[in-house]
């Protein structure tokens, strides 16, 4: 007898908890659709650090089995992460957004196609409902209107809200959602495209239809222009993110600078047409189409806005789109994110020690490993434990700093920060009679101010490609799924040989106790099984070069 496929729906949700409750009462009719051989389970991701989905998720209706899966960090990117890194046990899982209502044999068309074509992503239909009242210059604009894709067509890349992913393919392939792209989107654009460039199929399924009401406050002609103007942006970025190597990335801003003009051209003439011929459609789409050749333009010079932006005021978005572009173009404000090198080695970084319980176990197993690693201590713990650093600087690891204690850079006065970072280095030099040339902020919390600072102080500000989840709740699947998602070589990994407290200056709260050197030890025999050794960051230097990306949190 074979074994039930599993299916996992994931359902990315913030602030939605009727839209949440509707869609979870629909599924029990969809599931039942399924052949014997599928089994379906529910895990709702809530987006929102107040936890708005909790009582929806922890209270499913009858038929539906639902695992409420919070994921505080802001951005659908860091949601869709999340679903993929609670799914491990699954062999497929399927999005949809907690604003869409699914049509009957929803999910079964969308497994069917999966049996036929093997394809490593199936996109189902998503059909826009508008509202009573809504805009006749929003229908006309065209901009919601998905075209319907022939059954098993091979697409380039696809959107999320009504997707299904073949989970064996995507874990072989080691795609991740890109979580850096925040609050802006797209990250299921560079995804799937990810997918087709490393040999998979994603194809078209329009028998699988997720019916999306629009909102009212979404059904107007200013959100519909933003709307065209951050499709213009995402594809800019998009290019950008896949462009390798300098020249690759000068030509796509080029090109797309080129196109952006060319778009806001032809819209600028039909919209006159329009308005000559008294034709309400191409008015509405010559509008469209110059705000998509804004968008173009922006994302070309890195001034794309956040389509997912939280409580931000609208004149406060463009002072930070604007902002934005002159950092994106300067040279200055960016972080090492990673190495470049084709040596088959990640970075291993440790924060918040040196700690008594944690410490010794890690360096004993990187000893057994022959790792190397780079510990970004506090001070606070280095004068506790000066021991501890000495042996850490003895058994060959490299030493940087995390911060005289645990606070948030960004919250310190700027006097004070730069104080801090000046006698911090002078002082973990002189405890360990080393250059100290990394700096990696408390939380990743850099403002352009800040990052000045640590560059006046003689550092780099340092932070990472991935984590292994260590400073949050999660089972001990997750955490090795989290630190597998996208590895390559040169990828800097994020971990932690302690955990800042009260006092450190901070009181983040208590997380579940769990083994730390275990963890680590698991993380590293997992890259060994994929032939990556684990070294400091600079040993990778010596065969490869820093990466940098401008990335300013507060």
């Known amino acids: 007898m074979t074994e039930a496929l599993r299916i996992a729906v994931a359902i990315p949700t913030y602030r939605r908890p009727e839209r949440l409750r509707s869609l979870l009462a629909a599924l029990p009719e969809r599931f039942a659709e399924l052949d014997g051989a599928a089994d379906a389970e529910v895990f709702v991701i809530d987006n929102d650090p107040e936890r708005s989905a909790e009582s929806v998720g922890t209270d499913p209706p009858p038929g539906v089995r639902v695992t409420y899966a919070p994921e505080p ?15 491990g046990g699954f062999d497929l899982l399927a999005f949809i957004d907690d604003d869409e209502v699914p049509h009957p044999q929803w999910l079964r068309a969308l497994v069917d196609t999966w049996r036929r074509t093997g394809a490593a992503a199936v996109a189902g239909h998503v059909h826009t409902a508008f509202p009573d009242g809504t805009d006749p210059w929003v229908l006309a604009s065209g901009l919601f209107a998905r075209p319907l894709r022939a059954d098993g067509e091979r697409l380039p890349a696809a959107g999320a809200g009504n997707l299904l992913l073949d989970l064996a393919q995507i874990r072989a392939a080691g795609l991740s959602f890109d979580t850096s792209l925040g609050l802006s989107g797209g990250e299921d654009t560079l995804f799937t495209r990810g997918i087709v460039a490393s040999g998979g199929l994603v194809v078209a399924c329009p ?10 406050g979404r059904a107007t002609r200013r959100f519909a222009l933003a709307r065209a103007r951050h499709h213009g942006q995402t594809q800019s970025v998009i290019e950008l993110r896949l462009a390798t190597g300098r020249r690759a990335r000068l030509v796509s ?3 797309n600078l080129v196109k952006g003009g060319g778009w806001a051209a032809r819209g600028a003439l039909r919209s006159v047409n329009g308005a000559v011929t008294g034709s309400l459609p191409r008015r509405a789409r010559g509008a469209r189409e110059v705000q998509r050749g804004i ?15 939280r ?14 572009a002159v950092r994106r173009i300067s040279p200055l404000y960016r972080s090492v994110v990673s190495v470049r090198t084709s040596a088959p080695q990640v970075v291993l970084t440790l924060d918040d020690g040196p700690d008594p319980e944690w410490t010794p176990r890690v360096l004993d197993l990187l000893a057994e490993r022959k790792a190397t690693a780079t510990f970004f201590v506090l001070l606070t713990r280095t004068r506790r434990h000066p021991e501890l650093l000495q042996r850490i600087v003895d058994e060959g ?20 920060a730069e104080r801090m970072l000046a006698n911090g280095r002078a002082e973990l030099e002189a405890q360990t009679g080393s250059r100290i040339r990394w700096y990696r902020p408390p939380y990743g919390g850099l403002s352009v101010a800040t990052w000045r600072a640590v560059r006046d102080a003689g550092m780099v500000p340092v932070l990472w490609t991935t984590s292994v989840l260590d400073g949050r709740d999660a089972d001990h ?3 090795l799924d989290r630190a597998l998602a996208g590895i390559r070589p040169g990828a800097i990994v994020l971990a932690h040989d302690s955990r800042a407290g009260v006092d450190d200056g901070v009181d983040d709260g208590a997380i579940t106790p769990f083994d730390r050197a275990a963890l680590i030890a698991d993380v590293l025999d997992a890259y060994a099984r994929r032939g990556l050794s684990s070294v400091s ?14 990335l300013l949190v507060g």
């Not at 931000?312 to 930070?320: E, I, N, Q, V, Y």
């Not at 960051?537 to 401008?550: C, Q």
């Open 537 to 550: 960051l600079g040993r990778a230097l010596r065969s490869g070069r820093l990466l940098r990306r401008m």
């Open 295 to 309: 968008g173009l333009v922006q994302g070309a010079l890195g001034a794309a806005s956040a389509e997912y932006a």
């Open 397 to 416: 690891h490299e030493i940087a700093l995390h911060g005289e204690d645990h606070r948030r850079l960004t919250s310190l006065d700027l006097g004070d």
């Open 311 to 324: 409580g931000a005021r609208r004149g406060g978005r463009l002072r930070a789109a604007v902002a934005g």
């Open 207 to 216: 028998a699988s239809v997720a019916e999306d009401t629009l909102e009212e």
């Open 477 to 479: 699947a997750e955490r």
């Open 253 to 255: 801003r080029a090109r």
């Open 73 to 87: 960090t802001p951005g659908i990117a860091a949601a869709r992460q999340h679903a993929l890194d609670v799914t």
